[in-house]
């Protein structure tokens, strides 16, 4: 069973929408949850970074929330842009080492 | 921003060559930095820990006869895909840590195997 999950796997929202991600993960010990912005074809490029004691972070139109008690995130995406289209990853890093688990990523197609 | 590079950016060769995927590192060094591979509408799967002056490790149901890595220098990685299937076809993605609460992954590399 993956360590995180994401969902939706998918959605269509129309320009200037807003929308929201899951992620619900099974790390122990938690060390940080990361979201992932990966564009077609490219490399995951980072978006925001939580630790155990923060629970919202924003970046730009990016805002992301974190409960550690419930082992929860979501990422919600305001005012959507045609390129915020791409798929979005949900990682989490357990304490004492560098390895990630990665959630299969919300794919998010933007429609004018 | 720390930034991680790639090359080549995307590669076709025929089936039987082998291939080399340059990782580096550009304004920091990495003791350590990881290849992952991903096909199409799936996750990062992680392939190895490449370690800088020591073995890489590999994860379990990857061959490292066939997915050769060796970690250079403190801000270079390759990966080479030996003897090239159609099966090998995949996006390839490295990252590296700057420090040890941060990843920073690389463009990928698309190969294409004839």
């Known amino acids: 069973k993956n360590q995180v999950e994401q969902s939706p796997q998918s959605l269509i929202i129309l320009e200037g929408k807003n929308c929201t991600l899951q992620c619900n993960y099974t790390v122990s010990p938690f060390s940080n949850l990361r979201w992932y912005k990966q564009d077609t074809g490219r490399g995951p490029v980072s978006l925001t970074i939580m630790t155990f004691s923060e629970n919202t972070k924003s970046n730009g139109r990016y805002t992301a929330t974190l409960d550690a008690d419930t082992k929860q995130s979501s990422l919600h995406i305001t005012a959507s842009q045609l390129s915020d289209s791409a798929s979005y990853i949900c990682v989490v890093s357990a304490r004492g080492n560098n390895r990630l688990a990665f959630g299969k990523g919300n794919q998010v197609v933007v429609i004018p | ?114």
């Open chain 2, 1 to 114: 921003g720390a930034v991680v590079s790639q090359h080549p950016s995307w590669v076709i060769c025929k089936s039987g060559t082998s291939v080399k995927i340059e990782c580096r590192s550009l304004d920091f060094q990495a003791t350590t930095m990881f290849w992952y591979r991903q096909f199409p509408k799936q996750s990062l799967m992680l392939m190895a820990t490449s370690n800088e002056g020591s073995k890489a490790t590999y994860e379990q149901g990857v061959e490292k006869d066939k997915f050769l890595i060796n970690h250079a220098s403190l801000t270079l990685s390759t990966l080479t895909v030996t003897s090239a299937h159609p099966e090998d076809s995949s996006f390839y993605i490295c990252s590296a840590p700057p420090s040890y609460n941060e990843q920073f992954f690389g463009p990928g590399t698309r190969l294409t195997v004839l």
